[in-house]
């Protein structure tokens, strides 16, 4: 096991620690958000670390080259977006749903590491290549939250219609937190899944 490999399995335990705070605070007492928040922060900055090393090592701007890299950067991209979005409570309402989803992409990386680089190098050392895959990446990141964000809202929408109780339900982010995040991020998916088809008809032009 490589230095890349053991800062992955080092970031996944950190996002550990995290999920379980916010697990405390799902179930006992908001007090253990700060700290559950301090972890998740500190193991997006390690998985930061990672791409950058990758990147260096490779000499290219984006770290895809192959898939073990590309389960990282989209993990990455996931957790972007979700800073740039989250809200007040809807923090650890959304770290429950995220952090074993980020967890999994992470350990399959640590599983099917590979040095071998799959993508044509001229490919990523191409500027617009590169924006065209960040804005994909971002894109499909920003839906994927959407999608999280739009089914815990119809969950919380049912569970009050139907007047259901429960700690389970009352602990869901607000009806409008969740619209909040439902609208920020088809707000930013859009027009970069807009950028990712203009950048990619520039691309196919100039291969």
Same mark, same amino acid.
């Not at 979005?85 to 992470?106: D, E, K, N, W």
């Given at each position: 096991?490589?230095?890349?490999?053991?800062?992955?399995?080092?970031?996944?335990?950190?996002?550990?620690?995290?999920?379980?705070?916010?697990?405390?605070?799902?179930?006992?007492?908001?007090?253990?958000?700060?700290? #559950?928040? $301090?972890? @998740?922060?500190?193991?997006?900055?390690? &998985?930061?670390?990672?791409?950058? /090393?990758? *990147?260096?090592?490779?000499?290219?701007?984006?770290?895809?080259?192959?898939?073990?890299?590309?389960?990282?950067?989209?993990?990455?991209?996931?957790?972007?977006?979700?800073?740039?979005?989250?809200?007040?409570? #809807?923090? $650890?309402? @959304?770290?429950?749903?995220?952090?074993? &989803?980020?967890?999994?992409?992470? /350990?399959? *990386?640590?599983?099917?590491?590979?040095?071998?680089?799959?993508?044509?190098?001229?490919?990523?050392?191409?500027?617009?290549?590169?924006?065209?895959?960040?804005?994909?990446?971002?894109?499909?990141?920003?839906? #994927?939250?959407?999608?999280?964000?739009?089914?815990?809202?119809? &969950?919380?929408?049912?569970?009050?219609?139907?007047?259901?109780?429960?700690?389970?339900?009352?602990?869901?982010?607000?009806?409008?937190?969740?619209?909040?995040?439902?609208?920020?991020?088809?707000?930013?998916?859009?027009?970069?899944?807009?950028?990712?088809?203009?950048?990619?008809?520039?691309?196919?032009?100039?291969?």
């Amino acid at each position: 096991m490589n230095s890349v490999q053991t800062l992955l399995l080092v970031t996944t335990g950190i996002f550990g620690i995290a999920f379980l705070g916010f697990l405390a605070c799902w179930f006992w007492s908001a007090k253990w958000q700060r700290a #559950a928040g $301090y972890f @998740f922060d500190f193991g997006f900055l390690v &998985l930061c670390a990672v791409l950058f /090393l990758e *990147a260096i090592d490779l000499g290219v701007y984006l770290p895809v080259a192959n898939m073990h890299q590309v389960l990282v950067f989209f993990s990455w991209s996931i957790l972007l977006m979700f800073m740039f979005t989250r809200r007040g409570r #809807a923090q $650890y309402g @959304f770290g429950i749903v995220l952090i074993p &989803l980020v967890s999994i992409f992470l /350990l399959l *990386a640590v599983v099917c590491y590979d040095e071998q680089i799959r993508v044509p190098e001229e490919y990523l050392k191409n500027k617009i290549f590169a924006i065209h895959t960040l804005a994909a990446f971002f894109g499909y990141a920003a839906f #994927a939250l959407s999608f999280v964000a739009s089914s815990l809202y119809l &969950l919380q929408d049912r569970a009050l219609k139907r007047k259901w109780g429960g700690n389970f339900y009352r602990q869901l982010p607000s009806l409008e937190a969740l619209e909040h995040m439902v609208y920020s991020t088809v707000t930013l998916g859009v027009p970069l899944i807009g950028v990712t088809l203009l950048t990619g008809l520039v691309w196919a032009k100039q291969t």
